[in-house]
């Protein structure tokens, strides 16, 4: 479609200014702490274990509850983002979730880590419904994949200083405080968001050039959407999908290769700190550099269909060498596989969120990426599930890995049936070329 080729012909960028950059890093560090919250249990998976007695399958059932409120969440979530807004909004899911953090410190049983993991899904399944919806209001297309890769970013560098910083914590004064530590921190980041965010219209700091630049896209419809009248449409499916199939790739990651370091390259509590984090530099890089490749083939008059699939293909084909990690008897062959394959899932994941705001009116992509986040924990789920029972029972990470080589050229397969050319959702016949639904 025509109306998917960028606007070229905009104000250079150099001249309007930068404070949407500023908005940008708060997504970023917001993005951070988000999965510091949740990456704790995993660095501390075998600590834990340990000292109160858990198996493979208790320890699965945990991530499990986690993902479950997660993916409940999502369904309130988008709608709740949508209706206060995004100042709002996150302001308060980043209070939820960074008290529920805290509360694992409480913790003295399994079953009061079910209540502490569920209040932390609930609460976490805010962060990127916000930061996709502000994405959408501070950016105009042609710079959006790139923007959400370099706040996508803070999952890779809240996953690099989790076990840097948690084993150091836990060795000096215990695994209660480390739980403390990182959930105190969100009321750091809820200080500098609401002294910095407003909407771009009535921010102070944003120049009458900048607010031109951001709004320098076709106008879009107005009004309020309900969630269930996104689902006729196949734009909707295919972040749906998409969500369903990768999201539980990076849940494994998170919770599961610190214990794969430990328990297939025999390294202690305290050794796995530079693995993990070359792991994540490396993912870092795949994250920005996903989105800097959609939108620089944007910015040479590549239609937006073309850049970001193309962009998904490169990093489908990137993770799946991560087959052969499993067996790998080299660390650190092992540790750059996995970070490949991290860097490809983070370079296609920025690309995935983008297509909500290239195929949706502004006032649905919060709604949309919390239908897509719910399919992505109901995911996370059956992964938790799959991994906890194979290692209960084989002992080998052999099915987690293969599950991970093959799902991304699945979701680009799905995506492309779905949306062959990317169309603008036609909701309520604002788009007058727009797909037919399902």
């Known amino acids: 479609m025509e109306s998917s080729r960028?606007?070229?012909?905009?104000?250079?960028?150099?001249?309007?200014?930068?404070?949407?950059?500023?908005?940008?890093?708060?997504?970023?560090?917001?993005?951070?702490?988000?999965?510091?919250?949740?990456?704790?249990?995993?660095?501390?998976?075998?600590?834990?274990?340990?000292?109160?007695?858990?198996?493979?399958?208790?320890?699965?059932?945990?991530?499990?509850?986690?993902?479950?409120?997660?993916?409940?969440?999502?369904?309130?979530?988008?709608?709740?983002?949508?209706?206060?807004?995004?100042?709002?909004?996150?302001?308060?899911?980043?209070?939820?979730?960074?008290?529920?953090?805290?509360?694992?410190?409480?913790?003295?049983?399994l079953n009061s880590f079910f209540i502490a993991r569920f209040s932390l899904g609930l609460g976490e399944s805010g962060n990127f419904p916000a930061s996709i919806k502000t994405v959408a209001e501070w950016f105009p297309k042609k710079e959006r994949a790139l923007s959400t890769g370099i706040f996508n970013a803070g999952t890779n560098i809240g996953a690099i200083i989790t076990p840097l910083t948690v084993p150091w914590v836990t060795v000096h004064w215990g695994w209660r405080a480390a739980f403390l530590a990182t959930g105190a921190l969100g009321f750091v980041w809820l200080a500098f968001w609401l002294w910095l965010y407003r909407h771009p219209a009535e921010h102070p700091r944003v120049s009458a050039a900048e607010l031109a630049y951001i709004r320098s896209d076709p106008p879009q419809p107005t009004g309020k959407i309900k969630w269930w009248k996104l689902l006729p449409y196949r734009q909707t499916w295919a972040f749906v999908m998409g969500k369903f199939l990768l999201d539980p790739i990076w849940w494994f990651y998170l919770f599961w290769i610190p214990d794969f370091l430990q328990r297939q390259h025999g390294l202690r509590l305290t050794q796995i700190g530079l693995p993990i984090l070359t792991i994540y530099l490396i993912a870092d890089v795949g994250s920005v550099a996903g989105g800097w490749l959609s939108?620089?083939?944007?910015?040479?008059?590549?239609?937006?269909?073309?850049?970001?699939?193309?962009?998904?293909?490169?990093?489908?084909?990137?993770?799946?060498?991560i087959v052969f990690a499993y067996k790998m008897e080299s660390l650190w062959g092992a540790v750059l596989l996995i970070g490949l394959a991290a860097a490809a899932h983070q370079g296609f994941s920025a690309n995935l969120f983008t297509l909500t705001s290239d195929m949706f009116p502004p006032q649905a992509i919060g709604t949309v990426v919390g239908i897509g986040g719910m399919a992505g924990g109901i995911g996370?789920?059956?992964?938790?599930?799959?991994?906890?029972?194979?290692?209960?029972?084989?002992?080998?990470?052999?099915?987690?890995?293969?599950?991970?080589?093959?799902?991304?050229?699945?979701?680009?397969?799905?995506?492309?049936?779905l949306t062959p050319r990317l169309e603008p959702a036609a909701i309520g016949g604002a788009v007058q070329d727009g797909p037919r639904s399902l």
Not at 31 to 56: A, F, S
Not at 295 to 321: D, E, H, Y
Request: aromatic content about 12%; charged content about 10%; glycine content about 8%.
């Open 6 to 109: 960028p606007d070229n012909s905009a104000t250079p960028t150099s001249s309007v200014g930068y404070f949407r950059w500023v908005i940008c890093a708060l997504l970023l560090f917001g993005t951070t702490k988000n999965y510091m919250d949740r990456q704790v249990l995993g660095v501390l998976k075998t600590t834990l274990q340990h000292d109160l007695g858990w198996n493979e399958v208790d320890y699965s059932n945990l991530v499990f509850t986690f993902q479950a409120a997660y993916a409940g969440g999502m369904v309130f979530a988008g709608p709740i983002i949508d209706r206060l807004g995004t100042r709002l909004g996150f302001s308060l899911a980043m209070i939820f979730w960074s008290l529920a953090s805290m509360g694992h410190s409480l913790c003295n049983s």
């Open 295 to 321: 939108s620089a083939l944007i910015q040479r008059g590549k239609t937006v269909n073309v850049a970001r699939k193309f962009t998904m293909l490169i990093c489908a084909l990137c993770v799946m060498p």
């Open 380 to 417: 996370g789920m059956l992964i938790a599930k799959v991994v906890g029972y194979a290692l209960q029972w084989t002992g080998s990470y052999m099915i987690p890995f293969v599950t991970a080589a093959v799902a991304y050229p699945v979701a680009l397969g799905i995506i492309q049936l």
